[in-house]
């Protein structure tokens, strides 16, 4: 081969990678697959900030007031905690001041609130003893696990999951939340609910079961939390039904009112 032949050869390869690489390189360094299209994620303001909460997980627990777990039928002095979940786009964002619009959904003849405290964590992990628990939570708001109360019940009596009583669009409803360095935590305080002015539910965050403490230790020992986690931490007794047109006023000691009006 002469020397002709081989710049002629040189020359060519090098047009020929320059070309791959103006198309985007070889197909190793070409860009990975893309999405077929766009999901959003899941945020709820923080008061007073730009930033807002990143929602990764929503955990509930269940019957964690004694005298609501009398009415639903359940022993609280025997009862371990127990959890379930809800989708992340099932939050409806409330902003202070205001009274949202909550749509009465589909397949329910006997929809009920349930009023709550929210922990929104900022940090996780497994087994995380109760003493260190509340240093995992950036805030907190306050919310209502609206719930397809008929559809619950009749899948809990033929022993079949209530996600769809639970775990349905807009049936995690809450405010903004509020930094703990801002509130503190909240271990105690009047919480209670109204329908069109009369005041339905009224009890105190020191009446449940498990601490929000106990209940992040507890979680942690089934999952592994992490930041962007929240958790209803429970409601209290007389829980019941609401029309459309009924107006729901949630109040606690330490955060504003939050409100919503059955559509």
């Known amino acids: 081969m002469t020397d ?3 710049r002629t050869i040189l020359a060519t390869g090098a047009l020929a990678l320059a070309g791959t690489a103006a198309q985007g390189g070889t197909a190793a360094g070409q860009a990975g697959p893309k999405s077929l299209f766009p999901v959003g994620t899941t945020t709820i303001p923080i ?10 997980r929503i955990y509930c627990i269940g019957r964690n007031y004694a005298a609501h777990a009398r009415e639903m039928g359940s022993d609280p002095s025997r009862e371990p905690p127990f959890f379930f979940q809800k ?20 397949l329910t003849k006997n929809y009920h609130y349930e009023v709550e405290l929210v922990a929104a964590l900022k940090s996780g992990g497994t087994n995380i003893p109760v003493g260190q628990a509340l240093d995992h939570v950036y805030g ?3 919310g209502l696990d609206m719930t397809r109360r008929d559809l619950q019940r009749a899948m809990g009596d033929e022993k079949k999951p209530w996600e769809i009583g ?9 405010g903004p939340i509020h930094p703990a360095t801002k509130t503190g935590h909240f271990t105690q305080g009047a919480i209670s609910l109204a329908v069109n002015g009369t ?25 592994e939390l992490k930041a ?18 009924d107006v729901i006023l949630c109040k606690l000691d330490g955060l504003p009112d939050m409100s919503i009006r059955i559509t």
């Open 199 to 223: 005041v339905k539910q009224n009890s105190n965050l020191q009446n449940m079961i498990w601490s929000v403490a106990e209940q992040i230790s507890k979680l942690s020992e089934a999952f």
């Open 228 to 245: 962007g986690d929240i958790i209803y931490s429970g409601t209290p007794e007389n829980v019941g039904p609401v029309v459309k047109g």
């Open 87 to 106: 989708p992340t786009d099932a939050i409806q964002n409330v902003a202070i001041g205001t009274v949202g619009d909550h749509p009465y959904p589909s």
């Open 166 to 174: 639970k775990s349905f669009d807009r049936s995690a409803v809450l």
């Open 47 to 56: 008061v007073v900030e730009t930033d807002v909460f990143p929602v990764r």
């Open 140 to 142: 907190y708001a306050l």
């Open 4 to 6: 002709v032949d081989r």
